[in-house]
């Protein structure tokens, strides 16, 4: 089967299992709301992150990010698999799986600009938001 056929099974097999989908827009996005400990990052012109979660046969629930300059990426909102369903910022199992798709992508942005390079957390995601972004992010500590 040539990869034509193949991609458009992929799509039709995908969309029978979609959970939900939308838009993301960020002009700018906040790490926390403590005024002690607060920072920032502002996109000029903003970011926007299309997504969407599939019911994946073994995976469970998927979330697809594709950011607007070309990177597509995946994670599980499943609590067993996703860490940051455990409370970062009052996430939750539970929660909507918009909040648990947005949430992770400010997550992973934050994680990109304000820390270590040399944290064994940072990935090859990390470095290519950074890389990607870095002309159109302004990070802002203790905003308030």
Avoid at 36 to 65: C, I, Q
Wanted: glycine residues 4%.
């Amino acid at each position: 089967m040539d990869k034509r056929c193949t991609d458009e099974l992929n799509q039709i097999i995908m969309k029978e299992k979609l959970i939900a989908k939308g838009t993301l827009t960020l002009e700018f996005a906040i790490e926390s709301e403590d005024s002690y400990d607060s920072r920032r990052l502002e996109f000029n012109p903003p970011l926007t992150v299309e997504w969407s979660v599939y019911e994946e046969e073994g995976n469970g629930k998927v979330a697809h990010v594709y950011y607007d300059f070309g990177l597509h990426d995946t994670f599980s909102v499943e609590p067993d698999k996703n860490c940051l369903l455990l409370g970062y910022y009052g996430l939750r199992a539970v929660s909507p799986v918009q909040e648990m798709v947005e949430k992770n992508v400010i997550f992973d942005l934050f994680h990109a600009f304000t820390h270590c390079d040399m944290d064994p957390n940072y990935t090859h995601l990390h470095w290519a938001l950074y890389g990607n972004l870095k002309d159109k992010t302004k990070v802002i500590e203790n905003y308030c």
